[in-house]
């Protein structure tokens, strides 16, 4: 399993969305868009998985705090418990068994950040 991770802002557009995926290794494979429950539903995630004919996850808060991410942002641990949010989402939607394939990537218009992990989920 592929997953691709998400964290944006409310600012964030469909192309941060499209931009800080492609930098994080792209859509090809992916099968399943992981962020957190409280960004699961909206707008600009709901069109971007739309777009991509991807069902979207929600994470709570206590299994994005649960996981080990290459990154840490103060801000982002503050809000989430989860040092990326990307990171973490990808992680914890497939399970024990995941690993990340790289650092978080971030969109050109700092709106956005995505992180794909693989595994089997568990």
Aim: proline fraction near 3%.
């Amino acid at each position: 399993m592929k997953v691709a991770g998400l964290g944006f802002r409310t600012e964030a557009t469909v192309e941060s969305l499209r931009a800080a995926l492609a930098a994080a290794g792209g859509v090809d494979g992916v099968t399943l868009l992981a962020t957190s429950e409280a960004k699961a539903g909206a707008t600009v995630m709901l069109a971007f998985s739309a777009e991509l004919g991807l069902p979207v996850v929600g994470v709570s808060h206590v299994d994005l705090a649960a996981q080990i991410t290459l990154t840490d942002s103060a801000r982002v641990r503050a809000k989430t418990g989860a040092g990326s949010l990307a990171e973490a989402a990808a992680l914890a939607a497939i399970g024990s068994d995941a690993r990340l394939l790289g650092p978080r990537a971030v969109s050109p218009d700092h709106r956005a950040t995505a992180a794909i992990a693989l595994g089997v989920p568990t």
